[in-house]
C-alpha cells in the first residue's frame, strides 16, 4: 500500500507541472483569502474586486489577446491553512503572481513561500509594516499602519485647527500603539500639543477612568486609534462624561458596527479611512457604478483594494507584453525551462516594482523602495451615523 | 479635585456591579462551602438572555421602552438563570455534594467551560451589542461632577438587593432555614428542614442576582460576548473573599472597595495594572485578614 501511494506521488509529481505546462495560453494569477471562517467579509469583499477587475481586463481582450484566470483559495483566515494555499498555488498551480491576504497574520504566512519561489505576491490590503519587509517579491497596494497616524495629527492640526489633543490607546494592540506613536510624533512636530496620553486594554468594557483622566486636561479632540468595538463604547462613555469634543481615529473604526454601538454618540467624529464611495472622483464613481451593476451593493475599502491590486498586476502584465514580449510568452507558459521562467518572473517583479502614480480607486499608487504604497488616505466624518467624505490627505 | 470625585463616582458604580455579582458567589458559599466558579457564566447567560428577550418583545426602540418593558426583560434574565442555576446544582453539583470539596470546586471550573462554549456555539463569538432599553442620562453632581442614570440604577439595585437579602435570611423562616443549613448542614437535616430545598433555593436566588447585574452592565457598557463573565467572575469572586466571603453586606462593602480601586489605578497610574490591583488585594486581604473585612475569624469545632 505505502509503495502504491508512493508511486502516485511520483507520478504526480513527475506529470503534474507537464499537465500545467500543457495548459497554457491562459496567464494564470493565484489569489488566497478567507472565505469562510471569522473574517469571511474581508475574503469575500476582496475576492470581488479581484473578479471584477480581471472581468473587465478580459472583456478589454486581455492582456495582448491572451486571457487572465483567477485560481482562488480559501485559507479559512487561518495562517496554517493560507500557507498551505500558497504552496499550492505556487507549485501546482504554477502561478505567475498571488494576490491577498487581508489580514496581516495570514499574509506573514503566505509571503515567504512566494519569496522562496520567486512569485510576485501583492497583498491588497495587510496594513502590518512586517508583511513586505519578507522580501523583494512582496508588494501592497495599500498604506502602512503609522501613515494614518500621521494622516490624523495632520488633519487635526491643519484642517480642524486644534493644538491640544489627548491620546487614548489600546495597549494590547500593536496597530493602535503605532497609530498612537506617530500621532504624537507628527502632532509635536507641527506645534501642537499632547495633553494627555492614556490607554486601555482591548476588551475592557469601562473606559470610565481613563476618560475622566484625559477630560481633566481639556482637549480640543481625542485620537482613539482602537477597533471598532472598543471606539463604540469609548464614544458613549466619553458623552456620559460630558466630554463633547470630536474622537479621531483609524482604519479600525471600519465598521457598520461603530455606529449601531456608538448610536448618537459617535456624531461627529473623524477616522481615516482608504477610500469613501462618497468620494467624487470619476475613478470611484465608475469603479462603484461597475461593482453595483455586478453584485448589487456598495464596495467597501476592502473591495476596492482588491480590485486595485488585480488592475495594478493587469497594467503590468501589459506593460510586460509591449517592452518584453519574450519574457511575456514565457509567463503565459508552452514548456519554458525553470530558469527562464524565474527570469521572467523576476522581470516582473521589476515591474511592479517600478509603479509610480497609478491611478487606483483607492488613490494614486506609487511603489517605494521597501514595496509599501505611498498614496493619500481619506477622512471621513461620521454624521447622523453615516460616513461622509471630508478630504483627501497626501502623505 | 473634580477628577478625583469623578473618578470616585465611576469606581463606586462600577463596583456596585462587581457587588452583585459577589453577593452570589458568597450566599453560595455560606451554604454549601463550594466556590460557584460557573457564576460569571451564568452572569454572560444572563445577558444574552436580555439581548435576546429585547428582540422577542420587539423593545428594540430608540430613546427607551418605559418602565413595563424594563421589568420583563429583568424578569426573562432573572427566571430563565435561576432556573439555570437549579439545572447546574442538580446536574452538577449534587452528584458529586458527597465528595471532597476539591471534587465540587473542579466540577465548577469543568460546568463554567462549559458555559462558556456552549456560549461560543450558541451565540457566536463575536461580540453583541445591548439596546438602549433605558435611555442614557446625564446626571450634574455639584463640583462638575457627573453619573449617569445607569450608575445610580446599578447602586440602587445593589443596595436594594442587599437589603432584600438580609431581609430574607434574617426576618423569614426560609432564611431561617438557610442559616440552619450554613451553620451544620446534617444537623439541620436532622431536625426537619428539608435541605436540598434549601440548597436549591439559594442557587436560584444566587443566579436570579448574576443575571441582573448582567442585564445592569449591559446597560451602562452595552457590548455582550460569551467570553464577558470571566474576568467580571474572578473579580466578583475576589471582591467576595475582600468583604469576608459568605457575609452578605461585606460582599457589597468588597465590591465597592474593588471598583473604587480599579478606577483610581486605571485613571492615576496605567489600565495595565487594572487586573494586578485585584490580585494584589486578595493577597493582601489573606495575609492581614484571611477572614475577610466584615468576616469573622471562625475557630475550628472540636
Redesign the interface.
Known amino acids: 500500500m505505502k509503495r502504491l501511494l508512493g508511486g502516485f506521488l511520483l507520478l504526480g509529481i513527475v506529470l503534474g507541472p507537464l499537465a500545467c505546462g500543457q495548459k497554457g495560453g491562459d496567464l494564470v494569477i493565484g489569489e488566497y483569502g478567507s472565505l469562510t471562517g471569522?473574517t469571511a467579509t474581508f475574503g469575500k469583499s476582496t475576492n470581488k474586486g479581484i473578479a471584477l477587475a480581471i472581468r473587465h481586463a478580459n472583456e478589454a481582450g486581455g492582456v495582448g489577446g491572451t486571457m487572465l484566470r483567477v485560481v482562488t483559495e480559501d485559507d479559512q483566515g487561518k495562517p496554517e491553512e493560507a500557507a498551505t494555499a500558497v504552496n499550492k498555488l505556487v507549485s501546482q498551480d504554477q502561478v505567475i503572481a498571488v494576490l491577498g491576504e487581508v489580514a496581516s497574520s495570514n499574509s506573514l504566512a503566505g509571503a515567504p513561500i512566494c519569496q522562496k519561489a520567486g512569485v510576485p505576491m501583492i497583498s491588497p490590503s495587510s496594513t502590518n509594516e512586517k508583511v513586505t519587509e519578507v522580501g523583494d517579491f512582496i508588494f501592497r497596494v495599500c498604506f502602512i499602519d503609522p501613515f494614518q497616524g500621521a494622516v490624523m495629527a495632520k488633519f487635526a492640526f491643519q484642517s480642524l485647527g486644534l493644538t491640544r489633543v489627548g491620546i487614548l490607546r489600546d495597549?494590547r494592540s500593536d496597530y493602535s500603539i503605532g497609530l498612537a506613536g506617530v500621532f504624537r510624533q507628527t502632532f509635536e512636530s507641527l506645534g501642537g500639543t499632547i495633553c494627555a496620553d492614556?490607554?486601555?486594554?482591548q476588551g475592557?468594557?469601562?473606559f470610565?477612568?481613563?476618560l475622566?483622566?484625559i477630560?481633566?486636561t481639556r482637549p480640543q479632540a481625542i485620537f482613539a486609534p482602537g477597533y471598532y468595538?472598543d471606539v463604540?463604547?469609548i464614544a458613549?462613555?466619553a458623552r456620559?462624561?460630558?466630554i463633547t469634543v470630536p474622537l479621531l481615529g483609524g482604519d479600525g473604526w471600519d465598521s457598520p458596527?461603530l455606529t449601531?454601538?456608538g448610536?448618537k454618540a459617535i456624531d461627529g467624529c473623524f477616522f481615516s479611512n482608504h477610500y469613501s464611495s462618497d468620494d467624487q472622483n470619476p475613478v470611484v464613481q465608475e469603479f462603484i457604478a461597475n461593482y453595483r451593476s455586478a453584485y448589487d451593493e456598495v464596495p467597501d475599502a476592502i473591495a476596492a483594494l482588491g480590485y486595485d491590486a488585480a488592475r495594478l498586476l493587469v497594467h503590468v502584465l501589459t506593460v510586460m507584453h509591449t517592452e518584453d514580449p519574450d519574457a511575456f510568452a514565457v509567463l503565459v507558459g508552452g514548456g519554458a525551462g525553470r530558469e527562464k521562467r524565474q527570469a521572467a518572473q523576476r522581470k516582473l517583479r521589476d515591474l511592479i516594482a517600478s509603479t509610480r502614480d497609478f491611478p487606483g480607486v483607492t488613490g494614486s499608487i506609487t511603489l517605494d523602495e521597501r514595496r509599501n504604497a505611498l498614496k493619500p488616505a481619506v477622512v471621513l466624518k461620521i454624521e447622523n451615523q453615516k460616513y461622509t467624505f471630508v478630504e483627501r490627505i497626501a502623505p | 479635585m473634580?477628577?478625583f470625585l469623578?473618578?470616585l463616582v465611576?469606581?463606586v458604580s462600577?463596583g456596585g456591579i462587581y457587588a452583585l455579582i459577589a453577593l452570589g458567589y458568597t450566599m453560595v458559599y455560606g451554604i454549601l462551602r463550594l466556590i460557584n466558579f460557573a457564576h460569571g457564566d451564568v452572569y454572560m447567560v444572563g445577558a444574552y438572555l436580555a439581548f435576546y428577550s429585547v428582540g422577542w418583545f420587539g423593545l428594540a426602540r430608540e430613546g427607551g421602552v418605559g418602565v413595563a418593558g424594563v421589568v420583563l426583560v429583568f424578569a426573562v434574565a432573572m427566571l430563565g438563570c435561576a432556573a439555570l442555576g437549579i439545572v447546574i446544582e442538580r446536574s452538577a453539583y449534587k452528584p458529586v455534594r458527597r465528595h471532597s470539596k476539591l471534587t465540587a470546586l473542579i466540577t465548577a471550573i469543568g460546568v463554567s467551560l462549559l458555559l462558556e462554549n456552549a456560549g461560543i456555539l450558541i451565540f457566536g463569538?463575536?461580540?453583541k451589542?445591548f439596546p438602549?432599553i433605558i435611555e442614557?442620562r446625564?446626571v450634574r453632581l455639584p463640583a462638575g461632577v457627573?453619573i449617569?442614570n445607569h450608575q445610580i440604577l446599578i447602586l440602587c439595585c445593589s443596595c436594594f438587593l442587599m437589603l432584600l437579602l438580609q431581609l430574607v435570611i434574617y426576618r423569614t423562616k426560609v432564611g431561617k432555614a438557610m442559616r440552619a443549613v450554613s451553620f451544620n448542614r446534617d444537623a439541620a437535616s436532622l431536625m426537619g428542614i428539608a435541605t436540598d430545598r434549601i440548597i436549591i433555593f439559594t442557587f436560584a436566588i444566587g443566579s436570579a442576582l448574576a443575571a441582573a447585574a448582567a442585564v445592569l452592565?449591559a446597560l451602562?457598557?452595552?457590548?455582550i460576548d460569551p467570553l464577558?463573565g470571566l474576568l467580571p467572575g474572578i473579580k466578583a469572586f475576589v471582591a467576595a473573599v475582600l468583604g469576608g466571603i459568605g457575609n452578605v453586606p461585606g460582599a457589597v462593602v468588597g465590591g465597592l472597595l474593588m471598583g473604587v480601586a480599579?478606577?483610581?489605578v486605571?485613571?492615576?497610574i496605567?489600565?495595565?495594572l487594572?487586573d494586578a490591583i485585584a490580585f494584589s488585594l486578595l493577597i493582601v486581604i489573606l495575609l492581614v485578614k484571611p477572614s475577610g473585612i466584615l468576616g469573622k475569624a471562625v475557630s475550628e469545632k472540636v
Open positions: 471569522p495597549l492614556e490607554s486601555y486594554q475592557d468594557v469601562d470610565r477612568a481613563p475622566t483622566a477630560l481633566a468595538t463604540g463604547l458613549r462613555q456620559d462624561l460630558g458596527k449601531e454601538i448610536g | 473634580q477628577e469623578q473618578q465611576n469606581g462600577w463569538a463575536d461580540p451589542f438602549q442614557s446625564t457627573v449617569t452592565v451602562t457598557n452595552p457590548k464577558m480599579e478606577t483610581l486605571a485613571g492615576y496605567s489600565s495595565t487594572r
